[in-house]
């Protein structure tokens, strides 16, 4: 039986065997049906394109082993006090001139200070202004602080439960996969957009990662972004010498996620450096449509941005989003130009 897309109801039950069913379809099945779905909803041309800015680094009481900005690890990171804003709005205008869509802003906080909200609130506001979606994540938020956020216009907030309820202890002690839910009901409620995936390659598996999609698909209402992280080994943290994450498991994870959660973005998200061209076209193919652009993740670094986008031509992929400024050149774009007539003024096509 076939559905119309009004028709279709995406499945807020499902259960982790059917999920384990579709991990071990066969390869070209699984991107198949991926890629189907996929079409359902979105152009399969076009991605989005987010840019991170860590606004408070390092010195964080939180027990994370992946990550190398908890206070426990010695990993070498220069610890940092919240940007001034003039550094924020330095940092948001360089990523829209870039070609970047939305401005995700990171704290290395377990939760925000009541404190700090009018610095947050001032940088939600200019970062708007710019005409740039906006993205925080700064850990445990309460009902007031999201409806604080939600009020200044935050759009998104990414609160990530990282892996399932069971592997989540082996990971984290300091917080509670309860916890993290909790955060993400307020959000919710708040009236922002969630953003909401995990990291791949922690040592947990498969039945672990079916159950963070479990997780994630069966929230009353699925994450509206989901990004999908492979691990970055830092040295210093507790995961530092984790083995290499497979790449077609990389691949299929992202399949089911898009079969899961069709309507949702689908980040291809940290770890981006480790993959090669061929493996983020799979990524591609199997329904991702985001990605984190421009060289730095919050403390690490992601390809360099001429190379991202080297890399969509080759395939054909336009960024959804502002116009391109190359201020050498009279030109709209080398790469992209306005499409007036595209159902949303912002989306933009390949010069050809
Ligand atoms: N402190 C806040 C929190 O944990 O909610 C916000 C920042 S935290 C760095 C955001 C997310 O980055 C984490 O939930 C985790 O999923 C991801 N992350 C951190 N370190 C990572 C690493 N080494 N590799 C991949 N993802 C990582
Ligand atoms: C997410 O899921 N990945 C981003 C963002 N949300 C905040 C963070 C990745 C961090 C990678 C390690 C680092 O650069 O510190
Ligand atoms: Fe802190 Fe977030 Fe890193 Fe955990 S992931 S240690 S909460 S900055």
């Known amino acids: 039986m076939s559905f119309s897309n009004e028709e279709f109801v995406v499945r807020n039950d499902w259960r982790r065997d059917e999920v384990l069913a579709l991990f071990n379809k066969p390869f070209n099945d699984l991107l198949y049906e991926a890629q189907s779905m996929h079409r359902r909803f979105f152009d399969p041309n076009t991605v989005q394109l987010s840019t991170l800015l860590s606004i408070k680094t390092g010195a964080c009481p939180e027990d994370c082993k992946y990550c190398p900005q908890s206070a426990r690890y010695d990993t070498g990171l220069k610890k940092e006090k919240l940007l001034h804003i003039d550094n924020v ?78 592997y989540y202890k082996e990971v984290i002690t300091t917080r509670t996969y309860q916890d993290r839910l909790e955060t993400l009901s307020n959000v919710r409620q708040a009236g922002m957009k969630v953003c909401s995936g995990g ?12 159950g963070l999609l479990v997780e994630l698909a069966n929230l009353p209402s699925h994450p509206d972004s989901i990004p999908i992280n492979m691990l970055v080994k830092v040295p210093g943290t ?84 502002y116009y391109i400024e190359q201020p050498d050149s009279q030109r709209e774009s080398d790469l992209y130009r306005v499409c007036a007539e595209s159902r949303d003024e912002n989306l933009y096509y390949r010069a050809g």
């Open 238 to 321: 507790p995961l530092s010498d984790a083995d290499d994450f497979e790449p077609f498991e990389y691949i299929r994870t992202i399949a089911v996620t898009r079969l899961m959660m069709p309507k949702s973005y689908v980040r291809l998200s940290a770890g981006r450096e480790q993959m090669n061209e061929q493996m983020q076209a799979l990524a591609f193919l199997a329904g991702a449509n985001s990605i984190f652009y421009c060289e730095k993740l919050l403390t690490t670094s992601n390809p360099k941005s001429n190379e991202d986008l080297q890399l969509l031509e080759k395939l054909g992929i336009r960024s959804e989003g």
């Open 89 to 166: 709005m330095e940092a948001a205008k360089a990523a829209k001139s870039s070609g970047a869509t939305r401005f995700c802003m990171g704290a290395a906080w377990r939760s925000p200070h009541d404190r700090d909200i009018p610095s947050l609130i001032q940088m939600i506001s200019e970062v708007k202004a710019l005409g740039m979606e906006t993205c925080m994540t700064l850990g445990m938020l309460s009902e007031g602080q999201a409806e604080k956020l939600a009020d200044a216009g935050l759009d998104y907030y990414n609160h990530n439960l990282d892996t399932s309820p069971e």
């Open 199 to 210: 990291i791949l390659g922690m040592g947990e598996d498969q039945n672990d990662r079916a």
